[in-house]
């Protein structure tokens, strides 16, 4: 009884700014298709965490190794972040300021995901950045900016007192964005073409790109910006988008580096040389 009430008030949007953790927890079990798009991201990092651990428990080299943890630390966070969004742990209902869409309504914030990218992505950064045998100057600034990026998009989605500054904080988002394809886009490229793995890092750096984009898209349409997507529709985009952005992009890479690993221990000691003139990967 009490979970049907606080899923009828969830879509109601009449929901009391003061829930109880049980509440926003029974709001969430409520919505079939909210629930569903959390519980499926567990269970398959899940099977994620064990598909890799098997995956790469014969590395040898230490590079190997350590993109290795950096994909296995994808899931680990995932799985630990999803469970505090399905739980009501990292979701809060925030009143919406003057100008939004959906203006004086309490609305579903699983502000939660933000940690989830905070954390996870930057594990995808490093393994990109040493697939293509990039320098720590250039993986240090990828890094940042891209923790940049997740914490003003969390500030966006944290902001009640304007909704203009909620588009600040977006656009300021947006901005370290730029900086993360470009570093994904010119800079490892060319380091990868060096490293001699363009071919796989094209195919991941692409798989990235295309899927990194779609966050400021459905952020942009969801509940949280122009409010054109309810939650569970957007609950559900950037879901799938985990899924294939993280599970299915680490397991592509680490297959390839368990099949290539000679390759990877031949590139240069370290993060990389420090410029495009530096070591080759050995021949076999």
């Not at 099977?47 to 350590?66: H, K, T």
């Not at 209902?93 to 309490?106: D, K, T």
Request: hydrophobic share 55%; glycine share 8%; proline share 3%.
């Amino acid at each position: 009884m009490m979970e049907t009430a606080a899923a009828d008030a969830l879509a109601s949007g009449t929901v009391p700014l003061e829930m109880t953790q049980t509440q926003i927890f029974e709001a969430i079990q409520g919505d079939t298709l909210l629930a569903s798009s959390l519980w499926i991201n567990i269970a398959l990092a899940g099977l994620s965490i064990l598909l890799f651990v098997y995956m790469g428990r014969n590395l040898e080299d230490p590079r190997a190794q350590l993109i290795f943890v950096a994909t296995l630390m994808v899931p680990l966070v995932s799985i630990s972040s999803y469970t505090g969004l399905v739980s009501g742990l990292t979701v809060s209902f925030l009143e919406m300021p003057a100008g939004h869409a959906l203006a004086g309504q309490e609305v579903l914030t699983p502000w939660g995901r933000y940690l989830t990218w905070a954390l996870s992505t930057p594990m995808i950064l490093v393994a990109l950045g040493l697939l293509a045998g990039s320098n720590a100057t250039k993986l240090f600034t990828a890094v940042t900016a891209d923790i940049g990026m997740c914490v003003t998009g969390l500030a966006a989605a944290l902001t009640t007192s304007s909704y203009l500054l909620r588009w600040v904080w977006y656009v300021i988002s947006c901005a370290f964005f730029v900086v993360v394809l470009y570093v994904l886009l010119a800079e490892w490229a060319e380091d990868a073409e060096v490293a001699g793995t363009a071919e796989i890092f094209n195919t991941l750096k692409l798989l990235t790109v295309v899927l990194w984009l779609g966050y400021p898209i459905f952020w942009a349409l969801g509940a949280e910006g122009l409010a054109v997507l309810d939650v569970a529709v957007t609950s559900w985009a950037y879901s799938g988008m985990d899924i294939v952005a993280k599970y299915l992009f680490a397991f592509l890479l680490l297959r390839w580096v368990v099949d290539n690993e000679r390759t990877v221990a031949g590139m240069a000691a370290g993060l990389g040389a420090a410029s495009r003139g530096g070591a080759a990967p050995a021949d076999d």
